[in-house]
Each structure stands twice: as C-alpha cells, then as structure tokens.
C-alpha cells in the first residue's frame, strides 16, 4: 500500500502541456503531497483476495466477466491499484421524506410479457442491488439486497462519464482552458491523429471520429478495444508497452466517420477528457476533484477510483461509492448545481447547456446506433431522454448503474446494479421505458 504522509514526497507523473508565447511544451509536474495527503491515498490491489479466488481461475485479468459481477461489483476496488478521496468533512443528511414508495405494489411486466411487481423485476431480473430514491432532497425510499446496506460501495461503471464531465465543467468554468480548444492543445500526443484539431466538445459528446485501433472486438463490443484496456490498466497493471491513455491516443489515424457529426460510444473520449482536466489544472485529477465535487457536494463517505501506471485514473468507468453518494451527485444536478446547504459545486450555466442540448447533438444521436432507444440526444457525457413523456438527465453504467434526474417533479432515482449482460436491450428497456416512469409515478 501506498500512503500519503506529510514526510513523504510521491512523484506523480502527470507529463502535461502548458502554452507560453504560443508554445507548448511538455512539462513533468511533481506534487507537493501535503493538501493530498489530507485527502487522497493510493492503495495496492488486495492480493490476499486474489490469491483466495486464483483456485477457481478467478482473477485480475476475469474479475468483470458476467459470471463474477454479482460478487466483485461491491468494493470493487479491491482488485486494482486505485486512490481513495476522503468523504467531505460536512457531510449532508437524509431526510426521510412524507412520501413514499411501495415496489410491491407496481404490477409490470418483463419483456416477454410476465406479470410481476416492480420489486421482482428490478431484484430478480435485472440484479439491481440497491435504489435510493430522493424527491424535493428527502429520502422517499432505499433498498439494499445481497448482503448489502448504506455503508455498501458499489461500481458505478460508465456512470463515472457524468462525474468526469462535471469536474470538466467546473474546470472550463475556473478558466483553465475551454470546450472549444483544439484537442491536440492539451494532449500533444493527438497531433498526426484524426482528433488532435478538433475541439474537445467533441471527446465531451463522443462525437470525435476515430476508429477503434483493434480488429478483434473486445468483451465491452464496440466501446473500446484491449489495447486501451491495457493500457490504462483496467485489468491491473498487464504487461504492455502503453502506459496509460497518452500512449494510446498517438494510434488514433483511422476515422469512424465524419469528426462531430455521429454520437459514437468510446470510453476513450472520458479518458482524454480526464487527462485534458489534469493537465490543465495542474494538479492530480483526484485532488481537484475532492476539492471542488467531493468536498464542497457534502458527499458522505469515502470514494475510490482506478489508477494506471503512473497513477493517472481511469475517468470512464471505475468510480466505487455508496448509492447514498450516487444519488447525492444526481441531486446536485438537479438542484442547478447546488449542494444540499447551497454551495455551487457544478456550474449552473454549463448544467443548463446539457439539459438543452442543441442542434448538433440531437442530429449525431440521430446517427447513433442509441437513437431507438429513446427520443433525446447525448451532450457532455449524459443522456438527456424522454422516458414516460418526461425529459430525464441520465448518468449510465452498463450494467444498470444509473442516476435519473426530472425536474418536474424533483425526483432522483439512483440504482447500483450487476446485470450480468454490459449493455443489454433487455435491461435497458426494463429500466428505462418500465422502472424509471412508472417508479416517479409511485410516489406518494
């Protein structure tokens, strides 16, 4: 394990471009560990875990495979090296709300037309594990299945797009660069490629271009391929040349399409979008986000997020919470930025932007292979859809971990979930087209 103490000096390697008189260059930045100290340590994968698993071929280079999410989608962090940022020291409260919510009492149905509760469907079908459900900021209803409780930390997998996105809001907002600068001005390794002059807009609406660098399809389909899975270390630290996205990015010399006219999922764009954050802030992307998100939220308890070799996070999908945190972030994206006691944390301005959208994103989402999921569009690493005749802002994780904000009614809907499928039709029309409406509905 490595920790942070006030006698210890970690050199993070966070190689970042900085302009002077209309140059870049690249810089090595060395952090001061003292305010990190505080607040961030790093932490070795649990190797007394894995050698306990290694007898039934469980392992590092496994731990996702359907078989497994059941068990390693809790503490998930046990099976990578990872920073945990310490919960804020002015934590919100829970308030139980006058309404409630009864699951027993919905009667729905599955796909193939089978008549059930709402709490079948979401426990037995789809492997949710837990729901926290807050309207007007008060908790109208939680649950907490297979052996887990409010103290439970769960993987929240690409959901973690929408907290990256939000701290490169904040970023954009403190002036440390701009949506519209040129890739290539913060990732110098994107010169030559098919994105290094195009706008970061566009890695913020997965609207850049590329293609997929791999010919064999990884076990994620078409969201990226196993050169980027190694090299930033999603499945512990492989043997690989790549060291992290920076050297992935220089590959990226084939088109998709047309740069920002089609909304194609890759996880490489949060990627890129993490690393643009760091180095234009000049610090280690956890300690700015504990700073301005985990902090100044009131978020209640500690979170983890993996980290590559040079200790770099893996921004698109790694982030391990509680579901009471989870849908903490969803309340201030619906409270126009504001934490429960008022505090700005996210910019209301650039928060009012995605939820308008515009004529570009609608069109790309059009093109996308997500358009018959529903009506609405993708922009800044959110889902902005109209499910049961309501527009809900959505963070999503592939295997429904999601948060859903309406701001008609104020309600937040936050789900941890270990569907065993990444990505299903099946479970994406159970959550979105049956759970989220008729759940909102429910509440009295």
């Known amino acids: 394990m490595l920790k942070h103490n006030s006698k210890v000096r970690l050199k993070q390697i966070l190689s970042f471009s900085a302009t002077a008189l209309g140059t870049i260059a690249a810089c090595s930045l060395f952090i001061e560990t003292g305010a990190l100290a505080e607040n961030v340590t790093f932490h070795k994968e649990d190797t007394e875990l894995l050698e306990r698993v290694a007898p039934l071929g469980i392992s590092q280079a496994n731990w996702d495979s359907n078989e497994y999410t059941s068990m390693f989608f809790i503490d998930t962090h046990r099976l990578s090296e990872h920073a945990r940022i310490k919960a804020s020291t002015n934590p919100r409260t829970f308030e ?258 995605v939820w308008a959208g515009n004529d570009e994103v609608r069109a790309a989402f059009l093109k996308g292979k997500e358009a018959s999921l529903a009506e609405g569009f993708y922009k800044d690493q959110f889902r902005v859809l109209n499910l049961g005749g309501k527009d809900w802002l959505l963070a999503i994780g592939v295997n429904g971990q999601v948060i859903a904000v309406e701001k008609e009614s104020k309600t937040v809907i936050a789900m941890l979930g270990n569907y065993n499928l990444p990505s299903s039709p099946r479970m994406a029309a159970n959550i979105f087209h049956n759970a989220i409406p008729k759940i909102e509905a429910a509440i009295k």
């Open 96 to 353: 139980k709300s006058d309404k409630s919510l009864d699951l027993s009492s919905i009667v729905t149905q599955d796909v193939d037309g089978s008549e059930l509760t709402m709490e079948e469907l979401l426990r037995d079908r789809i492997h949710n594990r837990s729901m926290v459900v807050l309207q007007d900021g008060k908790l109208v209803h939680e649950h907490y299945w297979s052996g887990s409780d409010e103290n439970t930390m769960g993987l929240i997998m690409s959901a973690s797009k929408s907290f990256t996105s939000s701290l490169a809001g904040i970023a954009q907002s403190e002036g440390y660069f701009k949506f519209t600068d040129p890739i290539e001005k913060w990732l110098p390794e994107a010169k030559g490629t098919v994105i290094g002059p195009y706008p970061i807009q566009y890695l913020s609406d997965m609207r850049s271009g590329f293609a997929l660098i791999d010919e064999t399809e990884n076990v994620y389909g078409d969201d990226w391929d196993t050169s980027m899975e190694n090299a930033i270390s999603w499945k512990g630290h492989v043997d690989s040349e790549w060291v992290g996205i920076k050297d992935y990015t220089p590959h990226l010399t084939k088109l998709s399409y047309e740069q920002g006219k089609k909304f194609e999922y890759h996880s490489y764009n949060t990627e890129a979008l993490g690393l643009v954050t760091q180095r234009a802030v000049g610090k280690h992307w956890t300690e700015y986000f504990h700073e301005k998100i985990w902090e100044k939220g009131q978020f209640t308890s500690d979170v983890t997020i993996f980290v590559d070799k040079e200790q770099n996070v893996v921004a698109s999908g790694s982030m391990v919470m509680t579901n009471r945190d989870f849908a903490n972030m969803g309340d201030i994206w619906l409270n126009d930025g504001k934490s429960q006691n008022g505090t700005q944390v996210v910019p209301k301005e650039w928060l009012d932007a």
